[in-house]
């Protein structure tokens, strides 16, 4: 039975709470100041708080909040108050409410915030957390990855980092490539010299050839000094031209004449300016269609494409998903001197089952929103976005595995069907190896279902605790320690 704490010094409160709760399968108990909920709470070990913000005498509502969040950052918190302001409502919620409700309730929909408080605190005993999964070094460039597409990006970084060859990186938007970019130059015999990224589709047409190559005093209105481009400033070092797709037809020639000859003129200049500068570009346009469509110039992409390197999607390496949200929650926890956040396992398959358009970079925007939006402690599937909750499993939902809907196939008993169907799945999803992902997500599955208790979970699964253990070291599972 779940354990319900109230704090409250009204009398009359604590006795509507009795009789609203008392056919609710709920453990009642009740305190009448803050001071008080503070000595109850580690003894009685409550699932779930409800606390007016104003109380007659001793601390307030907020303060024992703060208090409450020190003793335990997980246990969620019901505010309440008759004298709502927003002031109040923002600081309740700042200081990790899980909710702020008003006096007089409306009874329904106390009660339905109080299922779902207690449904989040059930699931944060029952989450699954992930073992860290990555090296300090991991961290330095920002590219995480092991699946099999990434392992053949850092191996095209490693072999041309050490030379001055022109690089084209492609990829859709928000795969990284500026990221692989800043890794190649920092790998490279540049390193010490300077580093200067171009967005050639954020700056207007009529100045980029300006900002690249600069202009002398007087070139065009405005002018009223001599000004030195990007690739002056960039000599000895590297530039990165990203979006090199969007650029205009002149500025590609004195881009193609740079490359072919290390020199340009500045604008409204007639003197040439030599310089030494590595150029590594960007796209996400098929240049190969853009010249044909004489968008682009045949000889400039010819240059450019001397290596190419293709950044994959991140729907072609949902492998690599938890190292992403893993490496995310780090970065989050550091930037906020925080604790890193956990993760229940039915948000993660959601994660990983979701199609990201936005790539990599969408990816870390939910992250960052889930966090900030998060009431239990943990990240829930409930504080994904609704486009990417809507992807969870048929077998694994946020009520848990034993509410989950049973595939006809396997109702009907046809195993045979369930894994033809199974392997028509994992032939559509590219890079995916339907065994290990299938017996992984059966043993998160299994320790959700008991508890995090091992004993059970290899019961379920019809193997020996020691087989469980292999496969939760195999698969990067750690139950956490606060599992009851």
């Known amino acids: 039975m779940d354990k319900l704490l109230l704090i409250d010094d009204e009398v009359d409160v604590q006795y509507s709470f009795r009789r609203i709760f008392a056919t609710a399968g709920v453990d009642l108990h009740t305190a009448s100041s803050g001071e008080e909920g503070l000595r109850v709470v580690p ?16 601390m307030n509502g907020l303060e024992t909040l703060r208090r409450l969040r020190q ?16 002031q109040t409502a923002i600081e309740a919620m700042k200081l990790g409410a899980y909710d702020y409700l008003l006096k007089p309730f409306d009874v329904p929909k106390l009660k339905q915030i109080v299922a779902d408080a207690l449904q989040a605190a059930r699931a944060m005993r029952q989450t699954v957390a992930y073992q860290p999964l990555l090296e300090s070094e991991d961290y330095d460039l920002g590219i995480v990855g092991r699946s099999a597409p990434m392992q053949e990006v850092f191996k095209l970084i490693g072999q041309t980092a050490a030379t001055d060859a022109t690089v084209l990186i492609t990829g859709e938007s928000g795969t ?3 990221l692989v970019a800043r890794a190649i130059y920092t790998h490279s015999r540049r390193a010490e010299q300077p580093f200067l990224a171009i967005n050639c589709a954020a700056i207007p047409e009529n100045l980029l050839e300006s900002e690249l190559f600069g202009h002398e005093k007087g070139a065009f209105t405005g002018a009223t000094a001599q000004r030195v481009g990007k690739f002056e400033q960039c000599n000895g070092g590297t530039i990165f031209l990203d979006e090199i797709g969007d650029m205009t037809p002149p500025t590609q020639t004195k881009i193609l004449r740079v490359l072919q000859s290390g020199s340009f003129e500045r604008v409204g200049g007639n003197q040439p300016v030599n ?5 590594i570009a960007a796209t996400n346009r098929p240049l190969e269609e853009a010249v044909a469509a004489r968008e682009f110039r045949e000889d400039l992409f010819y240059r450019l494409n001397v290596v190419r390197i293709r950044l994959p999607a991140l729907r072609e390496r949902s492998e690599d998903i938890r190292l992403l949200v893993d490496y995310f929650l780090r970065k989050f926890a550091r ?5 890193t956040t956990a993760i229940h396992p039915n948000a993660v398959v959601a994660l990983e089952r979701y199609q990201w358009p936005g790539n990599v970079r969408e990816l870390e925007n939910v992250i960052r929103r889930a966090l900030v939006i998060g009431k239990a402690g943990t990240i829930m599937l409930a504080d994904l976005p609704s486009e990417v909750a809507s992807e969870r499993p048929a077998l694994l939902t946020a009520d848990g595995p034993t509410a989950a809907k049973v595939p006809d196939e396997l109702a009907a008993g046809d195993i045979p069907a369930l894994a033809r169907a199974l392997f028509a799945w994992a032939r559509s999803r590219q890079q995916l190896k339907v065994l290990p992902a ?4 059966l043993v998160i599955c299994a320790l959700a279902e008991t508890g995090g208790n091992q004993v059970q979970a290899a019961k379920l699964l019809g193997i020996t605790r020691a087989t469980l253990r292999k496969r939760i070291e195999k698969f990067g599972i750690l139950r ?3 599992i009851r």
Not at 76 to 85: E, K, L, S
Not at 335 to 339: G, H, N, Y
């Open 438 to 441: 299938v017996e992984r997500e």
């Open 335 to 339: 930037e906020q001197a925080s604790p």
């Open 71 to 86: 003793q335990d950052a997980r246990l969620p918190v019901i505010m309440m108050t008759a004298y709502g302001t927003t």
């Open 275 to 279: 310089v030494s500068v590595r150029v």
């Open 43 to 58: 003894r009685l070990k409550p699932d779930l708080i409800l606390m007016d913000v104003r109380m007659g005498t001793g």
């Open 480 to 482: 956490e320690l606060s």
């Open 176 to 178: 990284g490539k500026e």
